[in-house]
């Protein structure tokens, strides 16, 4: 609902797209796309995908039809020769890209590219991979990473406005590691004790903040926004090298 309702979460992407420097293109690793293997979109016009159901139908209407870059997709390709990277020329662009990026470029008037999760890989795995998109910062590529730190719907109370004790431990927890630099003991994020086991419940929410930090450079400042956790969900955001 953060696309269409008028909240401090929506407006602070807003504001983030006005900051930025326009970019030339984006690539997205969503939440919502898990794969076996690793897959990158490569269509020209990306279709807006509705992949949720039990809202409002307002949300349903939302189109955003912001072109898809073939040529960032074959670039993609390129950077990681190992594995494979496929090319998927019908894969349109799901909620956890329209979602954040519609408030931040309203006008969908920038190449949007999304690369995929292969979900039975480990964090370490994931972060490995995304070092090799390294080169992407210097060609005018925004890399957006659209996730939640803390993420489990099964303890999600919708009218429960203050955290679980839990939950907000570990948002603050990895919260201080991304401001420390220390990747290495987020990467095994399994690992990490009785309160990681409820923020993730399973993997997919997580793992994209990781193809984010691995794009930090050492003189890179980190910036965080939408430090807030509701109910069993953190909203929590952090800007890398801008």
Known sequence: MNAIEDNAWRRSWQALGQRLPRPKAILCISAHWETQGVYVSSTEKPETIHDFHGFPRALFDVRYPAPGSPALAHRVAELIPQPRVHLDSHRGLDH??????????????????????????????????????APLRDEGVLVVGSGNIVHNLRHWKQNQADPYDWAQRFDEDIADRIAEGHHEGMLGYETLGPDALLAIPTPEHYLPLLYILALQRQDDAVEFFNDSVASSISMRSVLIGA
């Open 96 to 133: 956890g890209a329209w979602g954040v990026l519609r408030p931040m470029y309203p006008e969908a008037d920038i190449p949007v590219v999304q690369l995929s999760l292969s979900s039975l890989q480990p964090g370490a795995w994931h972060y490995d991979l995304a070092r090799q998109l």
